[in-house]
């Protein structure tokens, strides 16, 4: 499987982007694709994730009501759409995926896309 994540830039304060994570190699059924973020100096975080085949999502507190995780199973793709952007939310985006019944430690997740900056200005 290759994850390929995209859509990452530079957004005001308040802003909104949305980034993309397509696979290739196979479906992402059976899999959690979660993101996760990696600010500067900072250890890699959970941001949210999205269960394919059901389609229950979860996020982390720091982005619940803001970000939302989606899926297109015809593009194999995942998206996360960002709104209200803080400057806190910069960092280096990554997807990835794990098998769905794994516990969902970053251990757990085997597939990683190549990440995508977001850079919030104040």
């Known amino acids: 499987v290759q994850l390929q994540a995209s859509g990452g830039g530079l957004v005001q304060a308040g802003g909104s982007l949305r980034l993309s994570c397509a696979a290739s190699g196979r479906t992402f059924s059976m899999y959690v694709v979660g993101w996760f973020r990696q600010a500067a100096g900072k250890e890699r975080e959970f941001v949210g994730g999205i269960s394919w085949s059901v389609g229950n999502t979860y996020y982390a507190d720091s982005v619940k009501g803001r970000f939302t995780i989606s899926r297109d199973n015809a593009k194999n793709t995942v998206y996360l759409q960002m709104t209200n952007l803080k400057p806190e939310d910069t960092a280096v985006y990554y997807c990835?995926?794990?098998?769905?019944?794994?516990?969902?430690?970053?251990?757990?997740?085997?597939?990683w896309g190549q990440g995508t900056q977001v850079t919030v200005s104040s």
């Open positions: 990835a995926a794990r098998p769905s019944l794994t516990s969902g430690t970053i251990s757990d997740y085997r597939y």
